[in-house]
Nanobody, 112 residues
Framework: VQLQASGGGLVQPGGSLRLSCTAS????????MGWHRRAPGKQRELVAR???????IYGNSLKGRFTISRDNAKNTVYLQMNSLQPEDTAVYYC???????WGQGTQVTVSS
């Protein structure tokens, strides 16, 4: 399984970004997909996870600002990020199957 993440960039505080992660393979609809992030000087943390049945899990009070979703027809998982703050600056990684597979990461920088 290969994961290709995209959509990162520089955004001002209060702005929004949508990350995308497209997976190879034919079993995407059965996979648990997730987004993690690693901020400078910090450990990697779970941002959100979406199970094959659609159940959602969010980490560290991000629910409400961040929304994970998936499009099985496109083999793609999304992370909609709203009201971004400087502390959201990190490299964001998508994962499959609870970290069995990882994408290459996409940088998100929130700064004025």
């Amino acid at each position: 399984v290969q994961l290709q993440a995209s959509g990162g960039g520089l955004v001002q505080p209060g702005g929004s970004l949508r990350l995308s992660c497209t997976a190879s393979g034919s079993s995407f609809s059965l996979a648990t997909m997730g987004w993690h992030r690693r901020a400078p000087g910090k450990q990697r943390e779970l941002v959100a996870r979406i199970l094959s049945g659609g159940s959602l899990i969010y980490g560290n009070s991000l629910k409400g600002r961040f929304t994970i979703s998936r499009d099985n027809a496109k083999n793609t998982v999304y992370l909609q990020m709203n009201s971004l703050q400087p502390e959201d600056t990190a490299v964001y990684y998508c994962s499959a199957e609870y970290g069995l597979y990882w994408g290459q990461g996409t940088q998100v920088t929130v700064s004025s």
